[in-house]
């Protein structure tokens, strides 16, 4: 083996793991096939390990390959944080931003922190990747991405949270439908009513599916959407009921356009943060980030008065 490695070869190599495909590393690489695929066997035979199994169009990594993948890793992130950091000293305001996000975070957070990001940063160049509890795990994994704003992680290792705020999910109903008028949802109403649920593959519909086995409250239907204003609306107008956190529905809240009541006996609480692969050092551009979403956090947790205990609900 030689004494230096190709980082050329090595982004081949990572993004060829990353997307389980020679043809979609290749594109996100803005390479030929065959270009990734000569950098791959080059990588191999200067280490003089197989790293990849090639079975037809589908390949793996070999037990080589997934040990070779941690370092490989570790090392393109020392790569990217030691540009940044020359870019910050040279570049003031220059550099790059790379968040994931929910969609509801993409929905409600960030707008306010972006613009008050770009005040301090206007030559940032900012990219943004929507995606679901899972994909931004994957993201943070796979180096495309250097912050996830998202839900609090499983005890994933190898991650740092930086905690937000903690929401509250309720059911959310149309004011005319009885349950609004009762203040309350019945023992048992559940079971004669229709969800409207977001995403089953979502981790929060685990989280709603979860709770509600535990305390009995089995809905008798449920429509899948994929968006929470497509949810809000359906409720709206009667079609069933909603599990949303209050503060992504507060403006419906506020004028009366939905009514949120409490799940169940106990509250189904979640916590919100900005996650980061833990061995990380963040740059300022990135700690301004956080910083930012930490006093947006402040203020959307600033209800009216009487939102937060009454039959409107709020987050927590």
Not at 101 to 114: F, G, K, N, R, Y
Not at 133 to 149: F, I, K, M, T
Not at 183 to 206: C, D, H, M, Q
Request: with cysteine.
């Amino acid at each position: 083996m030689s004494e230096a490695l190709d980082s050329r070869q090595l982004q081949a190599f990572a993004a060829v793991a990353r997307r389980q495909s020679f043809t979609l590393a290749a594109k996100d690489l803005h390479l030929t096939q065959s270009a990734v695929s000569h950098a791959i066997r080059a990588l191999e035979d200067d280490l003089g390990f197989r790293l990849v199994d090639r079975n037809g169009r589908s390949i793996s990594l070999t037990e080589a390959g997934e040990q070779f993948l941690r370092h490989v890793n570790s090392i393109l992130r020392e790569m990217d944080t030691a540009r940044a950091g020359l870019d910050a000293i040279s570049r003031w305001g220059h550099g790059r931003l790379r968040v994931g996000a929910s969609t509801t975070a993409c929905q409600h957070i960030l707008p306010t922190v972006l613009r008050e990001f770009r005040q301090s940063f206007p030559k940032c160049v900012i990219s943004i990747e929507p995606g679901d509890y899972h994909r931004q795990l994957e993201l943070l994994r796979g180096n495309s991405v250097d912050l996830a704003v998202m839900l609090e992680p499983d005890k994933e290792a190898g991650l740092t949270f930086v905690p937000l705020f903690e929401d509250e999910l309720r059911v959310l109903v149309s004011p005319m439908h009885a349950w609004a008028r009762q203040g309350r949802i019945p023992r048992g109403g559940l079971a004669n009513e229709t969800l409207i649920v977001y995403n089953k593959s979502s981790y929060t519909f685990r989280l709603v599916s979860e709770y509600l086995r535990e305390e009995g409250g089995i809905p008798g239907a449920s429509i899948e959407l994929g968006s929470m204003e497509a949810i809000k609306e359906l409720v709206k107008i009667g079609l069933g009921v909603g599990v949303l956190a209050p503060w992504v529905a507060r403006a419906e809240l506020e004028s009366g356009a939905l009514v949120a009541l409490p799940l169940g006996r106990r509250k189904l609480r979640r916590r919100w943060g900005v996650v980061h692969l833990r061995e990380r050092r963040l740059p300022l551009g990135e700690e301004t980030f956080v910083g930012l979403c930490q006093a947006v956090a402040r203020d959307m947790a600033l209800l009216p008065p009487g939102l937060a205990d009454g039959a409107s609900g709020t987050a927590g």
